[in-house]
Nanobody, 125 residues
Framework: QAQLLESGGGLVQAGGSLRLSCAAS????????MGWLRQAPGKEREFVAT???????????DSVKGRFTISRDNGDNAKNMMYLQMNSLKPEDTAHYYC???????????????WGQGTQVTVSS
């Protein structure tokens, strides 16, 4: 059974940092592109960052470019990890952050087939 499990969310002051992790298991996620997406209260889910299966190619939403870094570690096929290092956090980054996997890197929410339950990030001003 495919499973994506996020961790690392929490409460942080503006200007601070957090590192989100996503543990992927149950499928050969090393061959999937993966991404981080987020949803703030009252808003639609939006793209944050994506990374290719090899980790070679990445892309970011303009709102996080230069502050967030996506990376992945394709360990053995039993578990693959993906990360989102978030620096210089702003109150507008407050949202529920989701890990997702799809066949190709893309910035569209509907392009991802597998989803985790998400982890909450709250940035206080």
């Amino acid at each position: 059974q495919a499973q994506l499990l996020e961790s690392g969310g929490g409460l942080v002051q503006a200007g601070g940092s957090l590192r989100l992790s996503c543990a992927a298991s149950g499928r050969t996620f090393s061959s999937y592109a993966m991404g981080w997406l987020r949803q703030a209260p009252g808003k639609e889910r939006e793209f944050v960052a994506t990374i290719s299966w090899s980790g070679t190619n990445t892309a970011y939403a303009d709102s996080v470019k230069g502050r967030f870094t996506i990376s992945r570690d394709n360990g053995d096929n039993a578990k693959n990890m993906m990360y989102l290092q978030m620096n210089s956090l702003k109150p507008e980054d407050t949202a529920h952050y989701y890990c997702a996997a799809g066949r190709i890197t893309n910035d569209q929410v509907q392009g991802y087939k597998y989803w985790g339950q998400g982890t909450q990030v709250t940035v206080s001003s």
